[in-house]
């Protein structure tokens, strides 16, 4: 059909379509819609369109045209293959003959649409039949990852771009569609791979431009996370810096923890983090919670060296709210500053802040610490509504993980059921679950667990709490601290005396570190007191397991020996040998085959 250039012809055919006759059919095929009222066909159910998503190839499928090529490579590089080329079976076709042709078969993402396989083909099949001026809209919109009519106008200054991009649709000219309205638009990743190698050889100094363009539309267009991506590439450190908070906030939140990290190296990198205060708190708060509390004493540093009046994405007037609540978060000066901190940070902060709500958790902890818990719940209250859009999902866990204590402390166990459900509700609709202050929910759940008679619940819960509880760290003290007493309460009572000592252990290098955590260090002398007094009926180590013994832990189910183990972690065989044997130890087993059957049973390994 694309062949077809003669008005008479395709006028002849669009009245053949409409008048087929009964128990025959009219089959066409061509690379753009055919010029039938196709519209109507489709509502009289006389058209079956087989489109490129119906012609796509699936994982399996692309599997076998590798194998019928006699390439062979390994699922892992099939599923990149597949990812690259979406399925299109010429593009796997071309990467077929790029592994034949010598293309590293250990490396199979290398192939890409800047491949001269790639682009010779596209070139015939597609370029050559187009006009120069859309050869032009190609290359220069291939800079952006997804576009629309009015981006690309303000991106090429000018004007149409929209039309443009429904005639390219209707070409199958490697174009997919993102809506049903035909408004938004991206390349096939071969396809922009190309164009962008292109642009690279053909206009190279306008490539920035392009993208400082397609960066003020999205912030005019109140998009600041694909704003910062595109301020990025420009290279413009300094607009990149002014806009991370609001996206490296919500990237925190949703569970993008990476995504807001990377974009804190790059700023760093660039040199950027200096001139950046509220970047700076962000990044100091995100490193604290995460567990990583040499980064997070860098970055506060950084945050308060840095300029006192910034541009803030939360509106507030000054960074002082801000300085403030990275203060009371890190709690580096005990309970009574850390109280004085968050008063300040909640009485300054911008009425729509998406900080508020943090700073009345940590306002609520810090009357905690000073045994004031009738204040503490009705702060936590506060902080535990964070359900709206926007809210801080992990403040707001933690939250109702407080309360859920309080109301055991108050033996209303029916409550602390309530709360620790709603903070696992939210917990899991946020992606949380790999982040370091959901330890305190586990720890919850195992004490709401053994009041329950629940033995093997709570052994579950501490064992997951043991995951994450190496990554809660001196940088978040007060939690930390908290974390940890509560898991030596579970394990006083699991009668495991050794790991409730290791934790008082780890409770005690925190307190030296940080001191003045209030109830916390009276809390935890009253337990090493019971434990001086406990005997131990039953011992589980398995969550004493180090770092480094979680890291050799899943090597173990494999065939790989001591030395390929160490190969594959960059460890001596040494090592690993002797984490190995820490792990028979702790684990009460004899053998590696001993140890995965425990480690399974603790729920250590997957099944």
């Not at 509390?293 to 009046?309: F, L």
């Amino acid at each position: 059909m694309h062949a077809l250039r003669n008005r008479e012809c395709l006028a002849a055919l669009s009245v053949l379509a409409d008048h087929v006759p009964v128990g025959s059919r009219l089959a066409l095929a061509g690379r753009s819609q055919p010029p039938l009222r196709v519209a109507r066909l489709r509502a009289e159910g006389r058209i079956l369109e087989i489109g490129p998503g119906d012609l796509s190839l699936d994982r399996d499928e692309a599997s076998l045209l590798l194998r019928g090529a006699d390439v062979v490579v390994g699922e892992d590089d099939v599923a990149e293959l597949h990812r690259r080329t979406e399925g299109w079976p010429a593009g796997l076709s071309l990467a077929a003959r790029y592994l034949r042709e010598g293309g590293p078969l250990a490396g199979a993402a290398a192939f890409g649409g800047d491949h001269r396989l790639v682009s010779e083909y596209v070139e015939a099949e597609f370029l050559a039949r187009i006009s120069h001026r859309d050869r032009v809209f190609l290359t220069r919109t291939a800079v952006l990852e997804r576009m629309c009519g009015p981006l690309c106008d303000a991106v090429l200054e000018g004007c149409g771009s929209a039309g443009v991009l429904d005639d390219l649709g209707r070409s199958n000219l490697l174009l997919v569609p993102l809506d049903r309205r035909g408004q938004w638009y991206r390349y096939h990743h071969l396809f922009r791979d190309m164009l962008l190698a292109e642009l690279h050889r053909v206009e190279p100094g306008l490539i920035p431009v392009l993208h400082r363009r397609a960066a003020q539309w999205h912030e005019r267009n109140g998009e600041p996370a694909e704003a910062l991506g595109y301020w990025m590439e420009a290279g413009a450190a300094d607009a990149a810096g002014r806009l991370v908070g609001a996206p490296a906030f919500a990237a925190y939140q949703q569970g993008r923890v990476a995504t807001a990290e990377r974009w804190f190296r790059w700023l760093e990198d660039h040199g950027a983090a200096a001139n950046q205060p509220a970047a700076a708190v962000l990044a100091a708060m995100i490193s604290a919670l995460t567990g990583k509390p040499g980064e997070a004493d860098r970055w506060a540093v950084a945050a308060e060296q840095a300029a006192a009046v910034a541009s803030l994405p939360d509106g507030s007037a000054s960074i002082g709210p801000w300085l403030a609540l990275m203060r009371a978060l890190m709690c580096r000066n005990g309970a009574e500053q850390m109280r004085a901190d968050a008063e300040l940070a909640a009485g300054t902060m911008a009425a729509g802040s998406f900080w508020r709500d943090s700073a009345t958790l940590y306002l609520g902890m810090a009357h905690l610490m000073a045994g004031d818990t009738g204040r503490a719940d009705v702060l936590f209250e506060g902080a535990g509504t964070a359900g709206r859009p926007g809210g801080p999902a992990v403040g707001a866990c933690v939250a109702l993980a407080q309360r859920s204590l309080l109301a055991i402390a108050a033996r209303d166990w029916a409550a602390a059921g309530r709360h620790l459900s709603q903070a696992r509700a939210l917990a899991r609709d946020a992606n949380l679950a790999d982040y370091p202050p959901i330890t305190i929910l586990h720890a919850v759940a195992a004490r709401i667990a053994l009041h329950e008679a629940d033995r093997p619940r709570a052994l579950a819960e501490v064992t997951r709490a043991q995951r994450l509880r190496s990554t809660l760290t001196y940088a978040v003290p007060h939690l930390a601290v908290q974390a940890r007493i509560e898991l030596a309460r579970c394990h006083l009572a699991l009668s495991d005396i050794a790991t409730a000592r290791i934790l008082l252990q780890e409770v005690t290098e925190i307190l030296t570190r940080r001191p003045g955590l209030g109830v916390f260090a009276g809390q935890a002398a009253d337990l090493r007191s019971e434990l001086s007094h406990a005997r131990s009926s039953f011992t589980l180590d398995a969550s004493a397991l180090t770092t480094a013994e979680l890291r050799v832990l899943p090597m173990l189910p494999t065939h790989l020996s001591f030395r390929e183990m160490g190969e594959e972690m960059f460890l001596s065989p040494h090592t690993v040998k002797s984490e190995a044997i820490s792990l028979y130890r702790k684990l009460g087993a004899s053998s590696r085959n001993q140890a995965v059957t425990r480690a399974r049973e603790l729920g250590l390994l997957d099944g």
